[in-house]
């Protein structure tokens, strides 16, 4: 056990057992936290379908398929290829996929 001066051996036990805990629960909680999903990216995936590019899973990870079908898009309409979800890229897709 550490020594805590000042500490009873009961004391020096609580803490001993109490940062165990603690460890255990951040481990656990590293483990099984859940990931917020990019909602940006998810419906620009949408817009990409619609448009007949194949971004892979629309509420899957981001990957190659994603990257592909911004970049045959960004070519296509003239704009930076990039291959990333910029705000250009975004105001394009969601404009020409929900007209007004």
């Not at 550490?2 to 803490?15: N, Q, R, T, W």
């Not at 379908?49 to 296509?76: H, I």
Request: with cysteine.
């Amino acid at each position: 056990m550490p020594a805590l001066p000042g500490k009873s051996a009961h004391e020096v036990k609580l803490f001993t057992l109490n940062r165990y805990s603690d460890t255990r629960l951040a481990a656990t909680y590293v483990r099984y936290r859940t990931v917020l999903p990019d909602l940006g990216l998810r419906a620009a995936r949408v817009c990409l379908r619609y448009f007949r590019f194949d971004p892979g899973m629309v509420d899957g990870p981001r990957g190659r398929r994603a990257r592909s079908a911004l970049v045959q898009f960004q070519e296509r309409r003239g704009l930076p290829v990039t291959g990333e979800l910029d705000s250009e890229t975004e105001a394009h897709l969601v404009v020409e996929a929900f007209p007004d």
